[in-house]
């Protein structure tokens, strides 16, 4: 994935090869997760992505869960630029620059990152993944200052943090406890999954929730292939293929031991 850290960008919008009779085109969609400087999914009324171009109009979505690791959609109005005037004062066109904002209540914040798959970006039809950070981020490694400055020991600057390191060595990056909401000045406090018991026909097991993440489990017979398990959750009724954490909680649920009748032998856990 490539890091994007200038916020004003040319736009990279690939026309069609062929010239179509009538100004618009197909919308090109943004999608991702916005984040607070403490690695929480940002929701709510309150909370909007903005797309603005190059004559200040605005395109807005407002950030609210979706699906797993994804809480806005942002559709942009796309011109195939075969007139003079642009037939929607938000549309956009080939080499057109833009700004990408997130506001939340009554403060407009730029991305201190932008990371996603910009292969698509600005391609009439298609879509772009685009994860979006909120905060400081003074030494440019796409990690919040007000999160790293929690690792600091004595004599250490926000340089000596860096996002590919596993500070409590714990076997996950600092990158990766960012984003699971845990501490990564603590090799007891990770994201862990526990086979608490076997019982008829699955698995029961258990792992500590953080608000706003949502949590999806995997099952495997070989440690090859991995498939999403169903699951049910101890006092909630019905099958769940994902949960979104509404407070930091402990999970108990049960697994399948089967999945398309394989034996399910290896369980993983993915936060979003």
């Not at 004595?154 to 340089?159: D, E, F, H, S």
Request: proline share 6%.
């Amino acid at each position: 994935m490539n890091k994007i850290h200038k916020i004003v960008m040319a736009g990279i919008l690939i026309l069609p090869g062929s010239v179509e009779a009538f100004p618009p085109a197909p919308h090109h969609t943004f999608y991702g997760m916005v984040r607070d400087e403490l690695g929480r999914p940002l929701e709510g009324d309150k909370v909007e992505v903005l797309f603005e171009t190059s004559s200040g109009r605005l395109v807005r979505a407002r950030a609210d869960l979706q699906i797993p690791g994804i809480n806005y959609r942002l559709r942009v109005p796309m011109d195939s630029g075969t007139t003079v005037d642009l037939y929607n004062p938000v549309a956009m066109r080939y080499a057109m620059p833009y700004k990408i904002r997130v506001r939340v209540g009554a403060q407009i914040y730029l991305p201190i990152e932008m990371v996603g798959d910009l292969g698509k970006m600005g391609q009439p039809g298609g879509d772009t993944l685009l994860n979006l950070t909120l905060g400081e981020d003074s030494d440019g490694d796409g990690l919040p200052d007000a999160w790293e400055r929690a690792l600091l020991a004595q004599g250490q600057g926000l340089g000596d943090i860096n996002p590919n390191d596993d500070t409590d060595g714990d076997g996950m990056s600092n990158l990766d406890e960012y984003i699971s909401g845990n501490y990564a000045f603590d090799k007891d406090d990770g994201l862990r999954l526990d086979i608490v018991q076997k019982v008829e026909g699955g698995a029961v097991l258990e792992f500590m929730g953080i608000q706003g993440r949502t949590y999806t489990v995997k099952g495997s017979p070989d440690l090859k292939a991995w498939s999403d398990l169903a699951f049910q959750i101890d006092g909630e009724e019905g099958d769940f293929d994902n949960v979104r954490a509404d407070k930091v909680r402990q999970y108990r649920i049960t697994v399948p031991s089967e999945e398309d009748g394989a034996p399910v032998k290896f369980f993983k856990l993915m936060v979003q």
